[in-house]
């Protein structure tokens, strides 16, 4: 388990304090997939980096499986970083070595035989789904396929947690979810924890099952993926899930006596079939959609649409 506790960061800059993190606490499952979600400046990246101490938090704690992180010196954090893996945005591929010296890079830095580092590599290149690569080099592979090898390369010292600092944001929208579907069969093979850092609503979606938003360096919601995305609570969480005001009443403005109609479908089974235009037709509905949103997670419909009713 990952538990942040009151974890605070401040950065001086030449134009004074910066509060990038405000009393921070979280706890994350072992084997969960959390995302941490929020605006540009909310803080994600700093706290992400605050787990490995890529940061040091001004205050706070950070307990990894039961060890605190800032009790370490120098020798056993290097030790325990070995736990706690990264990938980035960037990739941060050595472009001079072949995909499979990438791969064997941290596995030759703990000084494992030749033998059986290549080994550990050809498996883990085989499990991303480019051991046919593994002499190539990184120059001559797309942005997926780059970011494969940095994942498989995260794999070699068998860690127990991958956190992902916008690890998708340089991608298409197709190679988006190539590289979350690898992550989540990568989860439940390996049973490592992820920890995937984003600003994207629909890599939430796609890929975890807790999620907490940041907003201005503080939690302002936690909890289960389907909770927050069917019934966000505060401004900035309606912000994401609704970044047109689709979904929320609010947005809709209508004249003097005018009706509307509701429908929420929140955690619903999909049937295939045209609900709404089936239920107008039974009940003698005459409507037209003034605004609607629909998410599909965990293969379960959220939607909320808000109708004019005509009669």
Do not use: W
Request: charged fraction near 25%; hydrophobic fraction near 40%; include cysteine.
């Amino acid at each position: 388990m990952i538990e942040i506790k009151n974890l605070s960061k401040t950065f001086t800059t030449p134009e004074g304090q910066v509060e990038a993190l405000k009393n921070v606490s979280l706890s994350i499952e072992d084997g969960d997939i959390f995302g941490v979600i929020g605006m540009s400046g909310a803080g994600k990246s700093t706290l992400v980096r605050c787990i490995n101490l890529l940061e040091r938090p001004s205050t706070g704690e950070v307990i990894v499986d039961g060890v605190d992180m800032l009790s370490l010196d120098d020798k056993k954090l290097r030790e325990k970083r070995r736990d706690i893996t990264m990938i980035f945005q960037g990739f941060n591929l050595l472009m001079q070595r072949t995909n499979l010296d990438n791969v064997c890079f941290p596995l030759e830095l703990e000084g494992v035989k030749k033998a059986e580092v290549e080994s550990k590599a050809l498996e883990l290149l085989d499990i991303v789904g480019l051991k046919d690569k593994a002499n190539a080099y990184p120059s001559q592979l797309s942005g997926g396929q780059q970011q494969r090898v940095a994942i498989a390369r995260a794999l070699a010292t068998n860690p127990k947690v991958l956190l992902c600092d916008e690890a998708t944001s340089a991608l298409d929208p197709k190679t988006t979810n190539e590289i979350l579907s690898l992550i989540k069969d990568i989860n439940e093979r390996l049973g490592v924890t992820v920890v995937i850092i984003t600003h994207s609503m629909s890599v939430v979606e796609n890929a975890c099952k807790h999620v907490a938003i940041l907003d201005n360096g503080s939690v302002v919601e936690s909890g289960n993926v389907s909770d927050i995305f069917s019934k966000p609570k505060t401004a900035a969480a309606k912000r994401l899930v609704f970044p047109e005001g689709v979904g929320d009443e609010s947005v809709v403005v209508g004249r003097e006596g005018e009706r509307f109609i509701r429908l929420v479908f929140n955690g619903s089974e999909d049937t295939g079939k045209p609900l709404i235009a089936t239920m107008a037709l039974d009940k003698g509905i005459a409507a037209n959609i003034a605004a609607a949103s629909t998410r599909n997670i965990g293969q379960k419909i959220f939607n909320k649409t808000i109708c004019r009713h005509l009669c």
